[in-house]
């Protein structure tokens, strides 16, 4: 697959950054494809960061090119994912997997198998006042969306109510995740990571992240692709619950995860399975994503501070953008918004 031209869907996104970084320090000759939607800029940007050439879409087949589609978030895995599975290298992600979009249905499907799941509740109606607070966020996978954590009634977008579940919140530090490989319900491949913190800070991307290993989180996670015949990649979320002194699960995020170069660097696997190359096994601690810790604000970044020293450093293109996302008051960002909607029209 080495010379085999890859098409990349959603090419500016974190993952797929990563991804065509480790490629290229690999092999400097691959031959790598932006793939954008007819409308969207960036294409200059795409072509600094090693894509040798960048296409226009309308549609998500529709770039022209024979190659291999990789798509990186929600949106463009699902959208693949309907016209039929998915292959990149020797790895295979059936459109079965979607059902993990559902999120209710995903919780039904672990408390039928015997898998730890938080309390969850289907409407804003169900929740009495004892089981504040409550994390709430999307029924259907989007990739992002409304999510939080409210601590009283009055906290909850209750005008959202139809598009989303609610759950009860697990008190620890960060989240828990296992990046995998399926095929068939058998894991070929995988890696845990504990992110320490993520932006936002109730539930996203991470900004500080590093290995953690648990045959607990491993055995949950085999079980669940188990239960699914899970053919493709993706990565199972856990928070750990003092209460039940275990893991419960959060979520299964069945696409490329925002934060696969600490898997992707310290399991050589994962690019072997999926681009046919060679990478060395690395042993990095951790990893800072900075323009995360940046979208954080002045307060969140401060304590990302200790982590600049101690871990490795990741940067994306837009700096100054995370600068102003996390700075600036939410007015002006408000205004420089719709000026710029104003000059684009």
Not at 193 to 202: G, N, Q
Not at 212 to 218: G, K, S, T
Not at 255 to 260: G, L, V
Not at 325 to 332: A, D, H, K, M, V
């Amino acid at each position: 697959m080495k010379n085999e031209p890859l098409l990349f869907l959603q090419p500016m996104s974190d993952q797929v950054i990563s991804i065509a970084r480790l490629i290229l320090s690999a092999d400097p000759a691959a031959k790598l494809t932006a793939v954008i939607n007819q409308g969207s800029r960036g294409r200059a940007t795409c072509l600094k960061l090693g894509y040798r050439t960048v296409v226009m879409r309308s549609k998500p087949n529709s770039c022209g090119l024979n190659g291999v589609l990789v798509p990186a978030g929600a949106e463009s895995t699902e959208q693949l994912l309907r016209n039929g599975p998915v292959k990149i290298g020797e790895v295979v992600m059936e459109p079965e997997v979607l059902c993990v979009y559902d999120k209710r249905w995903f919780v039904d499907h672990c408390a039928k198998n015997n898998l730890p799941v938080p309390r969850t509740f289907a409407s804003f109606s169900e929740i009495e006042d004892e089981y504040f607070p409550i994390f709430y966020k999307q029924k259907y996978e989007k990739g992002g969306g409304v999510r939080g954590l409210a601590r009283s009634r009055k906290n909850v977008p209750v005008d959202k109510d139809d598009s989303l579940i609610y759950q009860e919140y697990i008190d620890s530090l960060g989240t828990y995740g296992v990046g995998f490989i399926a095929d068939k319900g058998v894991i070929k491949a995988h890696y845990c990571h504990h992110e320490l913190s993520s932006c936002p800070l109730d539930g996203g991307s991470a900004v500080i992240v590093k290995p953690c290993y648990d045959r607990r989180l491993i055995e949950l996670t085999k079980n669940i692709a188990l239960s699914l015949t899970y053919s493709g990649w993706g990565l199972a979320e856990y928070k750990f619950c003092p209460k039940r002194n275990d893991y419960v699960f959060m979520e299964i995020n069945a696409k490329f995860w925002a934060s696969c170069e600490l898997a992707f660097r310290n399991e050589p696997s994962f690019m072997k399975l999926f681009f046919n190359i060679d990478i060395p096994k690395e042993n990095i601690e951790g990893i800072i994503y900075i323009n995360r810790a940046l979208q954080l604000g002045v307060i969140g970044f401060v304590k990302s501070l200790p982590y600049l020293f101690k871990y490795k450093t990741v940067t994306y293109p837009g700096i100054c953008r995370s600068v102003l996302l996390g700075f600036l008051p939410s007015n002006l960002k408000e205004m420089i918004k719709r000026v710029r909607g104003h000059f684009s029209v």
